[in-house]
């Protein structure tokens, strides 16, 4: 069996919070370094849309990790400015420093929404909201992303791991076992990260994983893996319950004659694809 | 790190802390002074995103007294420095900032504030 192999399974709802703890936070902690060592290329998608943010705007990167997306283009340093948020302290003590700067980062969880409402030009999300164990806490943390973007002009990224793999990446992922009803989109798996001995030295890492003289440590890190359409039928879900529709600027002049108190508040799906075994959904607020 | 530029976008989130939970206030803390590149276009564009007091008041409570109470409607050099400074090169390394509504903590470690709440919190 190769040690790409992934292990179906399935998320406990009991307690989703301390399941993370044992699935995904814990383990952050414990594999920081290496893991950090194997994240410095930017996605393709990521790239562009990052490339694409104006002068003067400021972002949230939700699940920040070590910081790569903190970064921009030598020539693009400071002219706009992206707020690290993650789970894990060893993370961020790396992220505070990504590429060789001061980077702004906070400890706190994408279950939390510790900013003005609206106050973020962009906000992204990337290989993070994977890690929650149910469709509840997946929606919520959504739900935070929105909140804390601007209603007239907030755009977002959101990028997460789908069923569909990449041939390179060799993971072979376990057909669902049985499908249920539309809560049950998806694949929850278990997914092994294999420490190379020379970060597997310290303390905590030796004490947290299984590891024996001669073997790797091994880590089994929890994930929901995304089929076609299920992100981004989560997110118009999650703008929903913010009385928020889906719409498109460009579609709609004068559909709507009544007189408005408040101006009703939209999201555009700009783009919904897959990329390298993940799928993503990029979507823009606007309000009429 | 916490400088005032992310100290302007957060607020409490305990729950049911809804109202006047923004700005948090700076408690015991230790100030790192750090030159950090200016770049007037990204000043110039932000500034309507700023919540101009909450800023004024904090650069206070960090020792800093140079921004107007008003925001001048002309964007001029002097201004954007003061601005630069005040917004990106005041780093707070410990200590802690307050919620003004619900009193909550929230510790400042290593420049890094813990904005994790404990389960009854959220
Ligand atoms: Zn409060």
């Not at chain 1, 699935?23 to 562009?48: D, G």
């Not at chain 1, 209603?151 to 049985?178: A, F, N, T």
Request: some cysteine; glycine content about 6%.
């Amino acid at each position: 069996m190769s040690t790409k192999a992934v292990i179906p399974t399935s998320a406990s709802s009991d307690s989703p919070a301390s399941y993370e703890e044992t699935y995904v936070h814990t383990i952050y902690e414990s594999i920081a370094h290496h893991f950090s060592s194997t994240r410095y290329k930017p996605w393709p998608v990521v790239a562009a849309f990052l490339a694409s943010i104006p002068a003067g705007h400021i972002g949230l990167d939700a699940g920040c990790g070590n910081g790569k997306y903190l970064m921009a283009p030598q020539e693009r340093e400071g002219v706009y400015w992206t707020i690290g948020l993650d789970r894990s302290v060893r993370l961020l003590d790396i992220a505070k420093l990504a590429g060789g700067r001061s980077r702004e980062c906070v400890l706190a969880d994408v279950l939390d929404n510790p900013w003005r409402n609206g106050a973020f030009d962009f906000a992204i999300s990337i290989a993070t909201i994977h890690h929650l164990s149910t469709r509840e806490r997946r929606k919520n943390s959504i739900q935070n992303l929105l909140n804390c973007l601007s209603p007239s002009h907030g755009r977002g990224l959101i990028y997460v791991w789908s069923v569909r793999q990449d041939e390179l990446s060799k993971r072979s992922i376990p057909s669902p076992v049985e499908k249920t009803n539309s809560e049950h989109r998806g694949q929850d798996v278990l997914v092994p990260w294999v420490m190379t001995n020379s970060f597997a030295s310290q303390k905590l890492e030796k004490m947290q994983s299984r590891e024996t003289e001669d073997s790797p440590a091994i880590f089994n890190r929890y994930y929901h893996l995304f089929e076609e359409g299920e992100l981004r039928d989560l997110v118009i879900a999650a703008a929903q319950e913010l009385d928020t529709d889906e719409g498109s600027p460009a579609s709609e002049e004068g559909s709507s004659r009544c007189i408005q108190i408040r101006p009703k508040k939209y999201i555009e799906i700009i783009r919904d694809g897959w990329e390298r075994s993940n799928c993503y959904v990029e979507f823009r607020l606007y309000q009429k | 790190m916490v400088r005032l530029i992310t100290h302007n976008l957060l607020s409490c989130h305990v729950k049911g802390c809804t109202r006047n939970n923004f700005p948090l206030r700076f408690q015991d803390v230790k100030v790192e002074l750090r030159e950090a590149e200016f770049n007037a276009e990204f000043l110039r564009n932000f500034v309507p995103r700023i919540e101009w007091k909450a800023l004024v008041d904090a650069g206070k409570e960090l020792g800093d007294t140079s921004l107007p109470e008003e925001l001048p409607e002309m964007l001029g050099d002097e201004f954007l420095k003061k601005l630069h400074h005040v917004l990106l090169e005041i780093h707070v390394e410990e200590g802690a900032m307050v919620c003004p509504n619900c009193g909550h903590v929230y510790k400042i470690m290593s420049g890094i504030p813990n904005m994790l709440l404990t389960e009854s919190e959220i």
